[in-house]
T-cell receptor, first 113, second 114 residues
Framework: GEDVEQSLFLSVREGDSSVINCTYT??????LYWYKQEPGAGLQLLTY?????DMKQDQRLTVLLNKKDKHLSLRIADTQTGDSAIYFC?????????????FGTGTLLAVQP | KAGVTQTPRYLIKTRGQQVTLSCSPI?????VSWYQQTPGQGLQFLFE???????NKGNFPGRFSGRQFSNSRSEMNVSTLELGDSALYLC?????????????FGPGTRLTVL
């Protein structure tokens, strides 16, 4: 079945690195995404990784994918108070004949000044 | 380039009424998907459209329906509203259809059913 899990809450101090973790179950997922949601707003696409990659870096963001363990992580370097938000990981489903995303429960990141 | 727009941003309805939500995708994008977000169930897929055809539908009752127009704009309709339909409804657009396409979300429509 399709299931994506995340820890619910993470608290870090400003300037530290944040690591948000996600596990998924669909072994044939083609793309895995990270979205950010600020209060009262929609979802902002942060980055994504293709399932045949191990790592992707984009400025302060680093995505690591362990396909064997079906584990995805998002590392935010030098975390700022503006990074406080809910972070969702999502996987695209099998077959390619759909845009459907399966989302995790979201991780609330709280950045302390 | 303008992002995904959704109208209205906020709606208050009463049980039994019906509601229509609108989504305009990013210019040039041809695929639109809809999601429901609630505190209890999280983000759940409603349906997706490409070339004016519904391609997939999530596990929602028939009261939830949608359509896509020739200009790629999409509407979703919920009839006979129930209290549990209160949610943030999010629309996402992508260039084409298929899992290799990045999806960009609008700000959502916040529906409250009283």
């Amino acid at each position: 079945g399709e299931d994506v899990e995340q820890s619910l809450f993470l608290s870090v101090r400003e300037g530290d690195s944040s690591v948000i973790n996600c596990t998924y179950t669909d072994s044939s997922s083609t793309y895995l995404y990270w979205y950010k949601q600020e209060p009262g707003a929609g979802l902002q696409l942060l980055t994504y990784i293709f399932s045949n990659m191990d790592m992707k870096q984009d400025q302060r963001l680093t995505v690591l994918l362990n396909k064997k363990d079906k584990h995805l992580s998002l590392r935010i370097a030098d975390t700022q108070t503006g990074d406080s938000a809910i972070y969702f990981c999502a996987e695209s489903t099998t077959g390619g004949a759909t845009n459907k995303l399966i989302f995790g429960t979201g991780t609330l990141l709280a950045v302390q000044p | 380039k303008a992002g995904v727009t959704q109208t209205p941003r906020y709606l208050i309805k009463t049980r039994g009424q019906q509601v229509t939500l609108s989504c305009s995708p990013i210019s040039g994008h041809r695929s639109v998907s809809w999601y429901q977000q609630t505190p209890g169930q999280g983000l759940q897929f409603l349906f997706e459209y490409f070339s004016e055809t519904q391609r997939n539908k999530g596990n929602f009752p028939g009261r939830f329906s949608g359509r896509q127009f020739s200009n790629s704009r999409s509407e979703m309709n919920v009839s006979t509203l129930e209290l549990g339909d209160s949610a943030l409804y999010l629309c996402a657009s992508s260039l084409e259809w298929g899992s290799r396409n990045e999806q960009f979300f609008g700000p959502g429509t916040r529906l409250t059913v009283l």
